[in-house]
């Protein structure tokens, strides 16, 4: 009985955290058509999050903070990159 429910425990944490995690995926919003350079770099971001990810689960997810920090400033770039988009539609 105990160990039922430890290990209901520890899925269902495995599951928010796996939630929080993807909530916080940088949308790719780039027309690659347009802005193929902006869009390449949308990609790589997204590449670089999920290494992310694969690292903190590697490590369960100690790592002071500095990993989720890492995330924000890529979701933070990939903002920037939209805006880029953005501006550049506007000057056309």
């Given amino acids: 009985m105990i160990k039922t429910r430890v290990t209901a425990a520890l899925l269902g944490t ?8 993807y909530a916080q ?3 790719k919003n ?13 990609r790589l ?6 290494k992310i990810v694969a690292a903190q689960q590697a490590n369960e997810w100690d790592m002071q ?5 890492a995330k924000d400033l890529l979701d933070q770039a990939n903002k920037e990159l939209r805006q880029a988009a953005t501006a550049a539609n506007r000057a056309k």
């Fill in 14 to 21: 495995a599951l928010l955290i796996g939630g929080l995690a």
């Fill in 25 to 27: 995926i940088p949308k």
């Fill in 30 to 42: 780039v027309n690659p058509a347009r802005h193929p350079n902006i869009a390449a770099a949308q």
């Fill in 45 to 50: 971001s997204q590449q670089a999050f999920d």
């Fill in 65 to 69: 903070g500095h990993a989720q920090k």
